[in-house]
T-cell receptor
Framework: LAKTTQPISMDSYEGQEVNITCSHN???????ITWYQQFPSQGPRFIIQ???TKVTNEVASLFIPADRKSSTLSLPRVSLSDTAVYYC?????????????FGGGTRLMVKP | DTGVSQDPRHKITKRGQNVTFRCDPI?????LYWYRQTLGQGPEFLTY????????KSRLLSDRFSAERPKGSFSTLEIQRTEQGDSAMYLC????????????FGPGTRLTVL
């Protein structure tokens, strides 16, 4: 399974755009990139998933360069409620079972 | 559909007791996963079902742990002779294998072993 590296923590202020970059140098051809958000004492919440280029939904955007060795989660205009841990994962979703491997995640602190 | 549900949300038990947790996946999701998460760490994979078949087990799943999904719908995770090291959040996730197989997580069961 491809290993991911992301910053341990980040600070931001309300209303700012936050970009969290994840490195996955050993990503395989069939691997997708998935981001989850987790609040204390809750299960991880799916945010966004992509394979290449750019994906956007109502919550975030995911930017993936052509070599796919990294990806950037972009959260527009964060609020205090976006304070959480964000996990970047890569995996082959097409295989029989996709046992997600979580790293330590990035702890985002949004300040007023 | 209300998402993945888990019961109970919290469980406090004494060392040596048995505990059982239940997970109800999103309806029509044929894949179900169990993870364990300790404080400050990311979730760790425990086991995986496709329909009623248990297809993968982590080395973290010792002999004291057993999981079932008898009818391919809900699943139970039992821990026998609990130890203090079993204290953790136990998370269940489900997915539908077609397309991107995105996993959706439940709220978790927080186990505290005294």
């Amino acid at each position: 399974l491809a290993k991911t590296t992301q910053p341990i923590s980040m600070d931001s202020y309300e209303g700012q755009e936050v970009n969290i970059t994840c490195s996955h140098n050993n990503i395989a051809t069939n691997d997708y990139i998935t981001w989850y958000q987790q609040f204390p004492s809750q299960g991880p919440r799916f945010i966004i998933q992509g394979y290449k280029t750019k994906v956007t939904n109502e919550v975030a955007s995911l930017f993936i360069p052509a070599d796919r060795k990294s990806s950037t989660l972009s959260l527009p205009r964060v609020s205090l409620s976006d304070t959480a841990v964000y996990y970047c994962l890569v995996g082959d979703n097409g295989n029989a079972g996709n046992m997600l491997t979580f790293g330590g995640g990035t702890r985002l602190m949004v300040k007023p | 559909d209300t998402g993945v549900s888990q019961d109970p949300r919290h469980k406090i038990t004494k060392r040596g007791q048995n505990v059982t947790f239940r997970c109800d996946p999103i309806s029509e999701h044929n894949r179900l996963y169990w993870y364990r998460q300790t404080l400050g760490q990311g979730p760790e994979f425990l086991t995986y079902f496709q329909n009623e078949a248990q297809l993968e087990k982590s080395r973290l799943l010792s002999d004291r742990f057993s999981a079932e999904r008898p009818k391919g719908s809900f699943s139970t995770l039992e821990i026998q002779r609990t130890e203090q090291g079993d204290s953790a959040m136990y998370l269940c996730a489900s997915s539908f294998e077609i397309n991107t197989d995105t996993q959706y997580f439940g709220p978790g069961t927080r186990l505290t072993v005294l």
